[in-house]
């Protein structure tokens, strides 16, 4: 905290306020501050001061202290208050701790003041630096949501691009197989030129043996010659890179008889030392007997489609590199805090150390739990990232998938003492796939039941068998519910249910996304039947092992 620190002194007794000053100054505390005794003029000094800190007297002639803490609750939330008086008594102090106050010093022991206002700032500056944190955690989140529905935009304009570009050589097929049948022995030179010269591609025709006999004006447009001019012909235009390659296609398309298509880099004379990406298709034209007579072929010009592929591939790496490499640097950290924490249950749970206050116990199990939330969300996102890189791999085995249901369901039980989860089996079988997958899939269901449930509510889990072989794992619960309009978009990727009630529920919108992708790479399915405000019951199929 800088040497601007503002208090907010709560007193009705100028004389004790002063003592309060002085010990703040004793200590070599640089601040200024305000004395008020009254609720108004508390009020105004909230909004007028500022203050970083409240010391506040227990008892006041005209309010007292748990008055002053509700006002500074609704105007400064976040603003440290601290009691200093010397009449509240231990229990009413401990008390008033528990309801938010931050701390509380005795008038008798001053010298205590100034390391509770250093600690209570200290707190402060923590807890404003991980609102900052998750505020940016937040935006960059937002940031990847958009340049993903940027790139879905991206990605249906590369679409239609690609079935313009995919009718018109449906035209040109439709053309040669038009002139297959009709001979072009029969058709006229000129009115091929002339239909050649409407279209916006580059076309030419060549000889049975592959001499090139005739371009069309937009060959001379682009490339700037005139007719009889160059007697090179494409290796004039071609990027040096595209020779040979363009060469060897060439041949062997005349040696087979086989049409080809290649994309390559033509100089632009509009640009010098610039090159435009083309698709260049070459087919033969044969007679009723299936002999060559000639060969025509176009150029498309495609630069600009290209161009917004390679953004939108560079676009959709950087994304998942980023994702990657946030949950690969998140990972370490909170595994070595989940592995302290654990040590620390062991410890109080070996050696029964009753010292310690079960409030301690209470808060080393919430962490954990909170932990191996986070941790799930991390192991999601790099499982994303790696269906994204075709990387997911399984490791298929034979296990029981009634034992795998009812251990997944004793350990969620384990850490979700607030929820019942009840396990009916009425089918036991084997199943051969990834175990850890599948126990994936099962935690993620469960957990989403329990999140979307009312404390207290029960959870249950049934395993049934199936028609065809196979095997049902139902997840009911009495929730929230979805509207059956959504129960198809919620297993695709980032989606998330609208409405003011889901969203304070947290998640990435990935969960059953990957729940999804793992079912089916099992050869199952997975499916919702629920209606809003009625809760929900997910159940996934999955077939059974010889």
């Known amino acids: 905290m800088s040497a601007d620190l503002k208090i907010l002194i709560v007193e009705d007794i100028l004389t004790d306020a002063d003592l309060i000053q002085r010990e703040l100054k004793k200590s070599g505390l640089s601040f200024t501050s305000e004395i008020v005794h009254t609720a108004g003029s508390f009020e105004a000094a909230l909004e007028r001061f500022v203050p970083n800190i409240i010391l506040c007297d227990y008892s006041l002639p005209s309010f007292d202290a748990v008055s002053a803490f509700k006002i500074k609750q609704a105007l400064a939330p976040d603003t440290p208050f601290i009691i200093v008086s010397g009449i509240i008594g231990e229990q009413n102090a401990v008390d008033l701790i528990k309801s938010g106050v931050t ?3 005795s008038k008798e022991r001053l010298v205590t003041l100034v390391p509770k206002i250093n600690r209570a700032l200290t707190d402060w500056e923590e807890r404003a630096e991980k609102r900052i944190m998750a505020e940016k955690l937040s935006i960059q989140t937002e940031a990847l949501i958009i340049a993903n529905k940027e790139l879905v935009v991206q990605n249906e304009e590369n679409k239609k691009r690609a ?3 995919s009718i018109a050589y449906e035209k040109l097929q439709k053309a040669g197989e038009e002139l297959k049948k009709q001979e072009v022995v029969l058709i006229s030179e000129s009115n091929l030129r002339q239909l050649a010269d409407l279209m916006p591609q580059m076309v030419w025709t060549a000889k049975q043996d592959g001499m090139i006999d005739y371009y069309n004006k937009q060959w001379f447009e682009y490339t700037g010659f005139e007719e009889g001019q160059n007697e090179e012909g494409w290796l004039s235009v071609l990027h040096q890179d595209d020779v040979e390659p363009w060469r060897k296609t060439f041949n062997d398309s005349i040696k087979t008889g086989n049409p080809f298509q290649v994309e390559s880099r033509f100089k632009d004379r509009k640009k010098p030392l610039t090159h435009r990406w083309f698709l260049c298709r070459w087919l033969p034209v044969k007679d009723s007997v299936g002999n060559i007579t000639r060969w025509i072929g176009t150029c498309t010009d495609i630069n600009d489609a290209k161009g917004k592929q390679e953004e939108l591939q560079q676009t959709e790496k950087r994304r998942a ?3 990657k490499m946030v949950s690969h640097e998140l990972k370490t950290p909170v595994t070595s805090i989940k592995g302290y ?4 249950m062991m ?6 150390i009753e010292s310690f206050r079960p409030e301690i116990k209470n808060s080393l199990f919430r962490i954990n739990h909170q932990v191996s939330r986070l941790t799930r969300l991390i192991t999601e996102m790099l499982d994303l990232s790696r269906i994204e890189t075709g990387k997911l791999e399984l490791k298929n085995e034979l296990f029981s998938l009634t034992q795998l249901v009812n251990d997944a369901v004793e350990d969620i039980s384990f850490t979700n003492p607030n929820h019942t989860v009840k396990l009916y089996s009425e089918f036991s079988c084997n199943i051969y796939g990834d175990r850890g997958r ?6 993620n269901l469960v957990t989403n039941a329990i999140k979307y449930s009312a404390q207290g ?10 028609k065809d072989n196979c095997v049902d794992v139902s997840v009911k619960d009495n929730g929230i519910g979805i509207d059956k309009h959504e129960h198809q978009k919620i297993f695709e990727r980032f989606y998330r249910v609208d409405g003011k009630v889901e969203e304070t529920y947290g998640g990435f919108g990935i969960g059953l996304f990957l729940a999804n992708e793992i079912i ?9 039947d629920s209606e809003k405000g009625k809760g929900a019951v997910f159940t996934f199929t999955l077939p059974v092992a010889s």
């Open 103 to 105: 701390d509380y010093a």
């Open 163 to 165: 079935a313009e570009l």
């Open 321 to 323: 590199d980023f994702i």
């Open 341 to 344: 924490v654990e040590l620390l």
């Open 347 to 352: 410890i109080l749970e070996e050696h029964k």
């Open 438 to 443: 599948i126990e994936q899939v099962i935690i």
């Open 457 to 466: 509510d029960s959870i249950d889990v049934y395993i049934t068998k199936a």
């Open 520 to 528: 089916e790479r099992h050869n199952g399915s997975i499916n919702i």
